[in-house]
């Protein structure tokens, strides 16, 4: 079992930056990755970008390559989306997700947090 809760979500301008946080709460010690879905009215959930337990691995969608950056800080059992030259293509509600095993993309992800809305104006 692992819970997720996200945070960091909010309203900004084109070309702003956001950080969006999620805290994993589990009482296993097996390695699981990471992901941040989104999901903008009217469009199917996409994975935007994943980690790997140790973070050396990462994945990311080609339309935020270059401008968003996932981490993981496993002391802190936390995880990060660093969004930067945001778009109002981007908006929509975030999904921290997690998964055990090792693949990043492609995996159908067991656990999901709530959903933090972003929404960048133009």
């Known amino acids: 079992q692992v819970e997720l809760v996200e945070s960091g979500g909010g309203l900004v301008q084109a070309g702003d930056s956001l950080r969006l946080s999620c805290v994993a709460s589990t009482r296993s010690s097996s390695p699981y990755v990471m992901g941040w879905f989104r999901q903008a009215p009217g469009k199917e959930r996409e994975l935007v970008a994943a980690v790997s337990w140790s973070g050396a691995r990462t994945y990311y969608a080609d339309s935020v390559k270059d401008r968003f950056t996932i981490s993981r800080h496993n002391t802190k059992n936390t995880m990060y989306l660093q969004m930067n030259s945001l778009k109002p293509e981007d908006t929509a509600v975030y999904y921290c997700?997690?998964?055990?095993?090792?693949?990043?993309?492609?995996?159908?992800?067991?656990?999901w947090g709530q959903g933090t809305q972003v929404t960048v104006s133009s």
């Open positions: 997700a997690a998964n055990w095993g090792a693949t990043l993309a492609g995996a159908n992800y067991y656990y």
